[in-house]
């Protein structure tokens, strides 16, 4: 089992930044592919940012690139998402989730751990 926590969401100017992170805890996180997804009210949760367990590689979703940078730190087991000239659209619900297994990073069924999210609210 993992355990994921979100922290550092919160209300934001459209313009803003703030910084979110992912805290792990129970198996060895430095084995996981960590991503980051969202979802809106009314609309189905959708992939913002992943990253591979050496922190190699990572994936944006082409909403988000450019403005968001995703990295981890094994040492801390935590992820974090970066997110930077935030607007009113990327308004949600952030959570992170863990996978082991292989599949495109984007798929939410690929993961197999997730944390309870953390509220991002841009305003314009």
């Known amino acids: 089992q993992v355990q994921l926590v979100e922290s550092g969401g919160g209300l934001v100017q459209a313009g803003g930044s703030l910084r979110l992170s992912c805290a792990a805890s129970g198996r060895t996180f430095s084995n996981y592919t960590m991503g980051w997804f969202r979802q809106a009210p009314g609309k189905e949760r959708e992939f913002v940012a992943a990253i591979t367990w050496s922190g190699g590689s990572t994936y944006y979703a082409d909403s988000v690139k450019g403005r968001f940078t995703i990295s981890r730190d094994n040492a801390k087991n935590t992820v974090y998402l970066q997110m930077n000239s935030l607007k009113p659209e990327d308004t949600a619900v952030y959570h992170c989730?863990?996978?082991?297994?292989?599949?495109?990073?984007?798929?939410?069924?690929?993961?197999?751990?997730w944390g309870q999210g953390t509220q991002v609210t841009v305003s314009s």
């Open positions: 989730a863990a996978r082991s297994g292989g599949g495109f990073v984007y798929i939410s069924r690929t993961y197999e751990y």
